[in-house]
């Protein structure tokens, strides 16, 4: 994992706990890299850094009764899949929907909405918007490292917050705006 990564992932961490928001205390331990590797090569993907060192930081969010999605936000609308339930959405996008076997899930609204990462290459791994009922579905980010930047930043600059009622919110307009300024070639943000 490179230090820039290691760094965006421990300044998030930092956001969540300074804000209290939910993520900071359900967001579950990594895993070990040999985990991550082998269930990957396993399934013919391209097992990238960045995808390593993302479910090596987190496994995940943890999910249970008291828990709403509103705590489980890594970003606002957005949780980190656990590796296992990420295996299991891939399994079933690839075998029942005959989706793209190269993307391979990371983050989901749970409500049919998912990020994706392009497994197909080792060195570039772009990170796409997927939903069922969208055909186009377009590259957000160019890497894992540009999504996590683009979190950062958003907390960083206040576009992600606590609103008046304690919910982990952001600012639509500002995070449109700062997204498309750190990710000036994802075709996502031109709109």
Same mark, same amino acid.
């Given at each position: 994992?490179?230090?820039?990564l290691s760094s965006l992932m421990a300044l998030i961490d930092?956001?969540? +706990?300074?804000?209290?928001?939910?993520?900071?205390?359900?967001?579950?331990?990594?895993?070990?890299?040999?985990?991550?590797?082998? +269930?990957?090569?396993?399934?013919?993907?391209?097992? %990238?850094?960045?995808?390593?060192?993302l479910f090596t930081w987190h496994d995940g969010t943890e999910?249970?009764?008291?828990?709403?999605?509103?705590?489980?936000?890594?970003?606002?609308?957005?949780?980190?899949?656990t590796f296992t339930e990420a295996l299991r959405t891939y399994?079933?996008?690839?075998?029942?929907?005959? %989706?793209?076997?190269?993307?391979?899930?990371?983050?989901?609204?749970?409500?049919?909405?998912?990020?994706?990462?392009?497994?197909?290459?080792?060195?570039?791994?772009?990170?796409?918007?997927?939903?069922?009922?969208?055909?186009?579905?377009?590259?957000?980010?160019?890497?894992?490292?540009?999504?996590?930047?683009?979190? +950062?930043?958003?907390?960083?600059?206040?576009?992600?917050?606590?609103?008046?009622?304690?919910?982990?919110?952001?600012?639509?307009?500002?995070?449109?705006?700062?997204?498309?300024?750190?990710?000036?070639?994802?075709?996502?943000?031109?709109?």
């Open positions: 994992m490179t230090q820039e930092g956001h969540l +706990e300074r804000l209290q928001l939910g993520a900071a205390k359900y967001l579950r331990p990594g895993l070990s890299p040999d985990v991550v590797i082998n +269930e990957l090569t396993a399934r013919d993907l391209r097992a %990238g850094v960045e995808l390593i060192a999910v249970g009764p008291d828990v709403t999605l509103n705590d489980m936000w890594l970003m606002p609308g957005y949780y980190l899949l399994d079933l996008f690839v075998n029942e929907f005959e %989706g793209n076997p190269s993307w391979f899930p990371i983050l989901e609204d749970n409500f049919g909405g998912y990020i994706f990462v392009d497994c197909a290459r080792i060195d570039q791994q772009p990170v796409y918007d997927y939903d069922f009922e969208n055909v186009n579905n377009e590259v957000k980010h160019r890497s894992i490292q540009e999504m996590l930047t683009t979190i +950062e930043t958003a907390f960083s600059r206040g576009i992600f917050f606590k609103n008046s009622e304690g919910s982990f919110d952001e600012d639509f307009d500002l995070f449109w705006a700062m997204a498309a300024e750190i990710n000036p070639s994802a075709t996502y943000w031109w709109r």
